[in-house]
């Protein structure tokens, strides 16, 4: 069975940093494709960072040079580099791993940005 383990939100000022972190674990596991997705309070959730297998990247555009999302050797943990946060990035992150032909949800670490 394919396991999601998340770590590394929390409260952070404006101009902070944080990283995320989600490790997808299972015998013979292999991602194809990895990223976050977040949900602010009251919003529908979107794309935030995707990376695929081969290391092609993808960001929405309001977080485009400000977080990098990141993969270890494996390919089978994927993180979320966060600097110059801002009180609009406060969210529920949620790691998603897909391995054809099934999508995995981690349970979503909440990231809140406030002075």
């Known amino acids: 069975q394919v396991q999601l383990v998340e770590s590394g939100g929390g409260l952070v000022q404006p101009g902070g940093s944080l990283r995320l972190s989600c490790a997808a674990s299972?015998?013979?596991?292999?991602?194809?494709?990895m990223g976050w997705y977040r949900q602010a309070p009251g919003q529908e959730r979107e794309l935030v960072a995707t990376?695929?297998?081969?290391?092609?990247?993808n960001y929405r555009d309001s977080v485009k040079g400000r977080f990098t999302i990141s993969t270890d050797n494996a390919k089978t943990t994927v993180f979320l580099q966060m600097s110059s946060l801002k009180p609009e990035d406060t969210a529920v992150y949620c790691c998603?791993?897909?391995?054809?032909?099934?999508?995995?949800w981690g349970q979503g670490p909440k990231v809140t940005v406030t002075s």
């Open positions: 998603y791993v897909h391995r054809w032909p099934r999508e995995y």
């Open positions: 990376v695929t297998s081969s290391g092609i990247t």
């Open positions: 299972g015998s013979g596991f292999s991602p194809n494709y």
